[in-house]
């Protein structure tokens, strides 16, 4: 894992420093409202519907088991002792003291972390696969550039004030686990044929009010160009991106406006100045972020061992659900990453408590070299669990109520924190999917459904990702009363694709009984192992939408 | 951060090199007389009022830099770019260009900005550890930011 030098500290220690006087300065009525409203935004503050919001970044997801504690002590010591993981793969807090905000920060630097960039329109926290650097399916391990990119961008001067908001996802894999397709800028690795990496560069994808699949501008960029290509395309979004409407001001519109070849065109003819300029990577600058990111000392695990806990498996059904569910593949043979679940009735989906970071942090320790990654699906991951240590997490994921075998089901969901905090939201989000969650509870039924993947927005910002779940929820407004859109088909992925709207909008109420309808839909015609998703691009939107309007 | 004591509009104190510095250049917009100088003009003035002594040309942040402009700025005793708003970012890509294009990359630059005023041309921005070690973009700025 990544640790700061003395630039990365020196940089945070003087930001908390700036950011104290700002905020004694605001305090004191010396800087307006709207002079501070970008200050604190760049770090991470919000004023929510009821309270303060500070959103901490986890750069690419990658999480010390002594950061974790330290964000647990933050829950605990500043506010109402829990954290939401979000989408992005932050952690947000939801009930800060306004002014104790820069004491906050002051502890995040103590362990190399901060709030920058988690708001504001900027280049925020660059996400990736959170199987990186552990993935059976993986050509290049996307963590040296995920970190190469956070310290390109962060405090970049030039692009502090953008149009709007920038979104980077990278993955290396096989599979795309990081959703690129759907971000402002989704960059894919892979090897050329002399194995060198190369960069296969989109733009323009997104989701919010206009969801967009992003366009390839450049699909063999050699990782040594990786920053002044990045530097080149962001240049054109600030300089033409649309500033008279913040909800056409996202990179998006202007791809679609000018068309993937014009807006190409303008990003070559800019980067021609910056190639081989002094932002272009060295051999020995990526080696020496990538030595960050070796592979831990891992034991060997034995042939005997792996036979046991496959056996165990086929004994013990609670223990064979976790295994199939919640335990992946991993690049070296008698190790496994374990997906600890965020998603249990009667809780916020990505909710953690104080007492839970820490005993997360104490699991990460004990089972899988003192690190943790946070997926944009709101789960928390033990990327390196020797199997044979497998049986004995679970019975401690178990008694912390972390080891719900649902990954991946209905009951995995993702889900913003909607109305009941967000003052952007147009109605609530959590007690839909507790009252989903409620509704499917029978394990034996998701587990007929497959996998499924449900995903809930409060607001046509869908930072709950609705366009892009098998089943999307989208909280609307209809004359000051909360209702419900749904939409299916959208995927993420490889293949990814965005959800259709079924039809008019139902009430909180009805929403489990039309998700009930919808499955009730599928399981009549799916042939064969076909998913939820294989069977909505089968037959359509219409047999959905004559029985839910039925 | 420098002292917020009182300074009249065109005589503002800002950080240059880490020492306090004062900014005598006085600005002058669109269909403004321009009175006295230093001051700092519209580019769109045309070259007569940017070429006499004391004065120098200001962009607005829209500006699409082509030769004729670039050649103008190469004789410029120093460019300035408008902000429009605190929040338009656009000048600092702005500057990148025009630095470029004016081969200012190398001479003498400063930067700073403000809402509502222009910022004069910094010419080294991408040296972003350099300056955010010094305080970042936003510190030394005679404005309240």
Redesign the interface.
């Known amino acids: 894992m990544y640790r700061y030098d003395s630039h990365d500290q020196t940089l945070v220690n003087e930001r908390v420093a700036q950011f104290r006087d700002q905020m004694e300065r605001y305090l004191a009525g010396r800087l307006s409202e709207e002079e501070f409203l970008p200050l604190r935004v760049q770090n991470g503050l919000y004023i929510q519907r009821y309270a303060p919001m500070l959103r901490i970044a986890i750069p690419y997801g990658m999480l010390a088991a002594y950061q974790l504690r330290k964000l647990g002590d933050l829950a605990r010591d500043y506010d109402r002792g829990y954290g939401h993981f979000t989408t992005r793969t932050n952690l947000q807090l939801n009930w800060p003291k306004f002014e104790t905000v820069p004491d906050m920060l002051a502890e995040l630097a103590s362990v190399q972390m901060h709030a920058i960039q988690t708001s504001g329109n900027d280049i925020r926290n660059t996400t990736t696969d959170q199987f990186a650097g552990v993935a059976e399916d993986e050509e290049v391990d996307p963590r040296p550039w995920c970190e190469l990119i956070r310290q390109w961008s962060t405090f970049h001067p030039e692009f502090a004030y953008l149009p709007r908001k920038f979104k980077i996802a990278v993955t290396g894999a096989a599979e795309d686990r990081a959703a690129i397709q759907v971000h402002d800028v989704g960059l894919r690795l892979w090897r050329d044929a002399q194995g060198e990496v190369r960069v296969r560069v989109l733009a323009g994808g997104g989701l919010g009010r206009t969801p967009m699949i992003g366009e390839v501008v450049r699909d063999d960029l050699p990782w040594q160009h990786l920053l002044t290509y990045l530097e080149a395309l962001v240049r054109v979004y600030n300089q033409f991106g649309r500033r008279d409407n913040k909800f056409k001001a996202r990179i998006k519109i202007l791809v679609k406006a000018l068309g993937v070849e014009e807006f190409r065109r303008r990003v070559e003819e800019e980067w021609a100045h910056l190639k081989d300029g002094p932002q272009t990577l060295t051999r020995e600058s990526v080696e020496r972020v990538a030595a960050h990111f070796v592979d831990p000392e891992r034991r060997p695990v034995t042939d005997e061992a792996i036979a046991a806990i496959e056996a165990l498996r086929g004994e013990n059904r609670a223990f064979g659900r976790f295994m199939t569910n919640n335990v992946h593949g991993h690049k070296v043979p008698g190790y496994a990453s374990v997906t600890l679940s965020l998603k249990r009735s009667g809780h916020s989906p990505g909710d953690v408590t104080a007492e839970q970071m820490h005993q997360i942090a104490d699991l990460a320790d004990e089972y899988s070299f003192g690190e943790l990654r946070v997926t944009h699906e709101q789960n928390l991951v033990l990327s390196d669990v020797p199997m044979d240590r497998l049986e004995a997490l679970w019975h401690e994921l178990e008694a912390l109520g972390l080891a719900n075998p649902t990954v991946g089901t209905l009951a995995d969901l993702i889900c913003c924190p909607g109305g009941d905090y967000c003052a952007l939201a147009n109605a609530k989000s959590i007690p839909v999917a507790q009252a989903i969650q409620e509704r499917f509870e029978d394990l034996d039924f998701l587990y007929d459904l497959g996998p499924l993947e449900l995903n809930i927005s409060g607001c046509m910002n869908a930072c709950g990702h609705h366009h892009v779940g098998h089943i999307g929820i989208l909280g609307v407004d209809k004359k000051g009363e909360e209702w419900y859109q749904i939409s299916l088909g959208g995927a993420q992925g490889n293949a990814a694709s965005l959800g259709k709207i079924l039809g008019p909008s139902f009430s909180r109420e009805a929403v489990p009984g039309v998700i009930d309808t919808l499955l009730k839909v599928y399981v009549s015609e799916r042939s064969d192992d076909e998913t939820f998703l294989d069977t909505y691009r089968r037959i359509g939107l219409k047999p959905f939408k004559e029985r839910v309007y039925a | 951060?420098p002292d917020?004591a009182p300074h009249s509009a065109s005589q503002r104190p800002y950080l240059f090199r880490g020492q306090s510095a004062v900014d005598d250049w006085q600005l002058i917009r669109e269909g403004q007389p321009a009175a006295g100088v230093p001051a700092i003009v519209p580019s769109t003035n045309g070259s007569e009022g940017e070429r006499g002594q004391g004065r120098a040309p200001w962009l607005a942040a829209d500006t699409e830099l082509d030769d004729a402009l670039a050649a103008r700025l190469v004789a410029a005793p120093l460019v300035a770019i408008d902000f429009p708003k605190?929040?338009?970012?656009?000048g600092?890509?702005?500057?990148?260009?025009a630095a470029?294009a004016s081969r200012l990359s190398g001479r003498d630059s400063r930067h700073r900005r403000c809402a509502g005023r222009p910022a004069l041309l910094h010419a080294s921005?991408?040296l972003?550890?350099l300056?955010?070690?010094r305080?970042?973009?936003?510190?030394g700025t005679p404005c309240?930011?």
């Open positions: 951060m917020q605190f929040t338009d970012g656009r600092y890509s702005l500057a990148r260009i470029r921005l991408w972003r550890r300056l955010a070690a305080g970042p973009v936003a510190g309240a930011t």
